[in-house]
C-alpha cells in the first residue's frame, strides 16, 4: 500500500514540475505615457517570474486603433477607449500557474484587457498578403477597350451578291 502511495505521490510530483507554453496578449490604456509604457510591460514580466514563469519571446507594445470601442467602469464612471498600446509576451511557466497571472493582469489598472493562451514554444512568422502593383498605369483611370460600333461595319449588299456568297458557300 505505501508502495501505491510514493507512486501516486510521484505521478502528481512529475506533473506539477512539466512546464507550458503560454502567451499573454494585453492591451494598455491609451491614457498611459509612451514613455510609462515600458514599466507597465516590466510589472507584467514581473507577474509572469514571481510564479516561475521565463520569458522566451516579446514584443513591445505599439499604439492602435481597436476595432471597436471598449467601456470599463473606474470609479464610479465608464471610461471609454478607442485606441490602445498592444504588446505580448512569450512565456514558459509551470502547469496551473495561468490563473495567478490572470489575477495579477486583472488587478494592474492599467491594462485594458488581456488574453493567455497556450501556444507552442516555435516562433510563427507572419507572411504578409504579396499585393502586386505596376507603375505603368499610375494616375490613369482604366477603361473598357472601345467596341466598334456595329453600326460602322454595316455595309450595304444587293441581294445578287448575297445570293452568290450563299451559293458559293452550299456547294
Known sequence: MTD??????????????????????????PTVAEAEVGAVVERVRTSIEKVGGSIIAQEMPKRMQLAYRIERPV??????????????????APEGVAKQIEHD??????????IIIHTTREAITFTPRVVFSSDRLEGKTIEKPA????????????????????DSLVS
Open 147 to 166: 467596341v466598334v460600333a456595329a453600326e460602322e461595319k454595316k455595309t450595304v449588299v444587293s441581294e445578287e451578291e448575297l445570293d452568290k456568297s450563299i
Open 4 to 29: 501505491s502511495s510514493q507512486e501516486q505521490g510521484s505521478f502528481t510530483q512529475a506533473i506539477s514540475d512539466e512546464k507550458a507554453v503560454l502567451e499573454a496578449g494585453f492591451h494598455i490604456v
Open 75 to 92: 470609479a464610479g464612471r465608464r471610461e471609454k477607449y478607442t485606441e490602445s498600446y498592444f504588446g505580448w509576451i512569450k512565456f514558459e
Open 105 to 114: 493582469l486583472h488587478e494592474m489598472t492599467e491594462i485594458l484587457r488581456f
